[in-house]
């Protein structure tokens, strides 16, 4: 396989692949946040809808690396594992043929381990939607939602409150003593986030 055609297959692959992860981070939030009584989209950019799977894939350092592990797998175990395609243990996990050259056995295992990484990105992203909503939800009920965040707003009060999400144009936020997802706008609204 020539590097133009390779270069042309990590290309498609990069691009659908951005795809379905934007696809992802919109069943994530939505599963998120419908169960805090929020229409999320409906106060989502295009910009925040595009931003949203890097967002989720990289809101903690745990993430980002397990995520970076795994596509540099997909990117390289497939031609480490073609020229070991005797193996045993290889052909039982992939259904590789003994008559396959190294060339097509390396595309055979591409397209397992793509497909491998497909249903992880599926179970972490529909997972973490329904878990955070369930444990945000729990945290409500037993009222043990911890309010470590503060806004100050452009009339100079300020707010202690628990920040749950903050888009472009619009922050959503938990207030002692209400159990409602309070969503307000930023601009012409809010001076300083301070986040902890």
Known sequence: MDKQ???KNIQGFFAIGYIYLIVLGIFNQTLLYTQLDVKILKYSSVLDILMTPISI???????????????????????????????????????????????EAQ????????ALLAYALFGFFIGTGIGSGLKINKKL?????EFNDKLEFVDNNS?????????????????????????????????????N
């Open 107 to 114: 595309k055979v295992l591409f397209g397992f381990f793509v």
């Open 57 to 103: 894939l990289t809101s903690s350092f745990l993430h980002l690396i397990i995520f970076s592990i795994i596509v540099f797998a997909v990117l390289f175990a497939p031609s480490y594992l073609a020229k070991r395609k005797n193996k045993s243990w290889i052909k039982k996990a992939t259904k590789i043929e003994k008559d396959l050259t190294d060339e």
């Open 159 to 195: 707010m202690q409150v628990n920040i749950l999400e903050i888009t472009s144009e619009y922050i959503f936020y938990l207030k002692p003593g209400n159990d409602k997802v309070i969503i307000a706008p930023i601009n012409g609204n809010i001076k300083n986030i301070i986040d």
């Open 141 to 145: 009920k037993k009222a043990e939602i």
């Open 5 to 7: 055609n390779i270069f």
